[in-house]
Antibody, heavy 120, light 107 residues
Framework: QVQLQESGPGLVKPSETLSLTCTVS??????????WSWIRQPPGKGLEWIGY???????NYNPSLKSRVTISVDTSKNQFSLKLSSVTAADTAVYYC????????????WGQGTLVTVSS | ETTLTQSPAFMSATPGDKVNISCKAS??????MNWYQQKPGEAAIFIIQ???TLVPGIPPRFSGSGYGTDFTLTINNIESEDAAYYFC?????????FGQGTKLEIK
């Protein structure tokens, strides 16, 4: 059973860069069978897909966030990461990482999420 | 972009009830619809794939129906452990999008 665990600062200042890491256990980010995604949910709002990375490094981002998002993968640590630049209060959310089959069938496994608050 | 309209936002049920949760897509997404269950502080669980297929290990009281633009998650013979937040996901086109979610309370 694959398990994903998000980690990173819970508080980020406006205009700075939000950085989160997802550690994968029970599976490998080097597997060519999966995409590795980030998703977020602002308080009281719906979920928003941020983007994904493939083990090769290829990425696909939500156009609404594309100019500020970078997702990377570290196969040596079995982790993948999210960076979101120039954050504002609107980026306050619970951030989730998830695994998706490369056949594009949606998310098989999710992390439990981590709350990131943007505030000075 | 595909918008998903999920309803109701909140519902209350009694053990043994049958409940339906609806998810309507703004355009045809074939059967590229998944359903998930999430409890507070826990990871979301994948319960229905491709609109109608029960994910292995999920109790058969859960079922999904629909194709194209209208989809339904049905829970038969509700149990107290089914109290959770349920949401739909379309994976037909990018950006993937989600319904607004349904909070199910068990009396």
């Amino acid at each position: 059973q694959v398990q994903l665990q998000e980690s990173g600062p819970g508080l980020v200042k406006p205009s700075e860069t939000l950085s989160l890491t997802c550690t994968v256990s029970g599976g490998s980010v080097s597997s060519g069978s999966y995409y590795w995604s980030w998703i977020r949910q602002p308080p009281g709002k719906g979920l928003e897909w941020i983007g994904y990375i493939y083990y090769s490094g290829s990425t696909n981002y939500n156009p609404s966030l594309k100019s500020r998002v970078t997702i990377s993968v570290d196969t040596s640590k079995n982790q993948f990461s999210l960076k979101l630049s120039s954050v504002t209060a609107a980026d306050t959310a619970v951030y989730y990482c998830a695994q998706e089959s490369k056949y594009g069938s949606g998310f098989n496994y999710w992390g439990q999420g981590t709350l990131v608050t943007v505030s000075s | 972009e595909t918008t998903l309209t999920q309803s109701p936002a909140f519902m209350s049920a009694t053990p043994g009830d049958k409940v339906n949760i609806s998810c309507k897509a703004s355009q045809d997404i074939d059967d590229d619809m998944n359903w998930y269950q999430q409890k507070p502080g826990e990871a979301a669980i994948f319960i229905i794939q491709e609109a109608t297929t029960l994910v292995p290990g999920i109790p058969p009281r859960f079922s999904g129906s629909g194709y194209g633009t209208d989809f339904t998650l049905t829970i038969n013979n509700i149990e107290s452990e089914d109290a959770a937040y349920y949401f739909c996901l379309q994976h037909d086109n990018f950006p993937y999008s989600f319904g607004q979610g349904t909070k199910l309370e068990i009396k």
